[in-house]
């Protein structure tokens, strides 16, 4: 079966430090990949999206960068975070190729607060 | 106007109670439709898929109208752990870039 992991689930970090937060998806292969970002109240916007190793695209300009190094491995960076990225991240997977379902598998998400 | 657009609420009934959310969406190419369900500080959870006849899976009916553009979702005998966030999420087929979230309806069903 196939299962998704991402990490950190918590973390504080100050304003104008690094962010990385890391997602691997085990059962699968050649997955679409993507990391969303929830505010408080707020729904789920798409930050990034991945359909094969290297091939990353940005929905919304920001101080946030992508990166997909292996097939199952997905990961969220910033080199000086902000105040409003603060948030609720959330890696998710979908099957590749071929696949006209909508479901989405998401990881526990990574709550960040930028102080 | 919003790709997709939910009630916020919150929605407090009481338990037993039947309660309907409402969606609507502004792509008429929009392909597939989903409910999903978010615990307070959790990820989302396909709940159900929603199919241009309307389906049910026990207590939970999901509607589609195409023509007028809108998803609803109907609980019955609602029960104190259906108190969820539920998201409606709208997919333009064959497009990696597919689905996009409302921002979810609140509901709380009290003792």
């Known amino acids: 079966s196939q299962t998704i992991h991402q990490w950190p689930a918590t973390l504080v970090q100050p304003v104008g430090s690094p962010l990385s937060l890391e997602c691997t998806v085990e059962?699968?292969?050649?997955?679409?990949l993507y990391w969303y970002r929830q505010a408080a109240g707020r729904g789920l916007q798409l930050l990034f999206y991945?359909?094969?190793?290297?091939?990353i695209s940005s929905e919304v300009p920001q101080n946030l960068s992508a990166s997909r190094p292996q097939d199952r491995q997905f990961i969220l960076s910033s080199k000086k975070l902000l105040l409003s990225d603060s948030g609720f991240y959330l890696c998710?997977?979908?099957?590749?190729?071929?696949?006209?379902?909508?479901?989405?598998?998401f990881g526990e998400g990574s709550r960040l607060t930028v102080l | 106007r919003k790709e997709v657009e939910q009630d916020p609420g919150p929605f407090n009934v009481p338990e037993g109670a039947t309660v309907a959310f409402n969606c609507t969406y502004s792509?008429?190419?929009?392909?597939?439709f989903f409910w999903y369900r978010q615990d307070c500080r959790k990820e989302p959870k396909l709940l159900m898929s929603?199919?241009?006849s309307g389906n049910e899976d026990g207590r939970f009916t999901a509607q589609l109208n195409r023509a007028s553009q809108y998803i609803s979702l109907l609980i019955r005998d609602s029960k104190l752990s259906d108190s969820a966030t539920y998201l409606c999420?709208?997919?333009?087929?064959?497009?990696?870039?597919?689905?996009?979230f409302g921002s979810g309806t609140q509901l709380t069903v009290l003792p």
């Open positions: 998710a997977w979908r099957p590749g190729l071929a696949s006209n379902t909508g479901e989405l598998f």
């Open positions: 059962g699968t292969s050649n997955p679409n």
């Open positions: 991945s359909v094969g190793i290297g091939q």
């Open positions: 792509n008429s190419a929009s392909q597939s």
């Open positions: 929603v199919y241009s």
């Open positions: 999420v709208v997919s333009l087929s064959g497009s990696a870039r597919q689905l996009t």
